[in-house]
């Protein structure tokens, strides 16, 4: 069992940025991926950005070029750095953890808001 805890969501201006964390409870050594997905209102949950077992990082179209993921495997976490958000980039962002015999953890949801 895996429990990832989120933080970093908030409300932003359009043109801001936020950074986003998922600790995991345990190693992420291993694991085969590890990321974020976003749900907005009245859609599907869609990938953001995730980082697989062999360090390749894949993004969503929407996500290219202004958000960037990293992972930091002594603390067990990965990071979501968002720069020139939109307002379309509102949603609750879900960590996500894919384990190395194909077990799938969600973290409890962080809410971004980018408004004036």
């Known amino acids: 069992q895996v429990q990832l805890v989120e933080s970093g969501g908030g409300l932003v201006q359009p043109g801001g940025s936020l950074r986003l964390s998922c600790a995991a409870s345990r190693s992420i050594f291993g694991i085969n991926a590890m990321g974020w997905y976003r749900q907005a209102p009245g859609k599907e949950r869609e990938l953001v950005a995730d980082i697989t077992r062999g360090g390749s990082t894949n993004y969503a179209d929407s996500a290219k070029g202004r958000f960037t993921l990293s992972r930091d495997n002594a603390k067990n976490t990965v990071y979501l750095q968002m720069n020139s958000l939109k307002p379309e980039d509102t949603a609750v962002y879900y960590c996500?953890?894919?384990?190395?015999?194909?077990?799938?953890?969600w973290g409890q949801g962080t809410q971004v808001t980018v408004s004036s």
């Open positions: 996500n953890l894919v384990n190395d015999i194909g077990g799938t953890y």
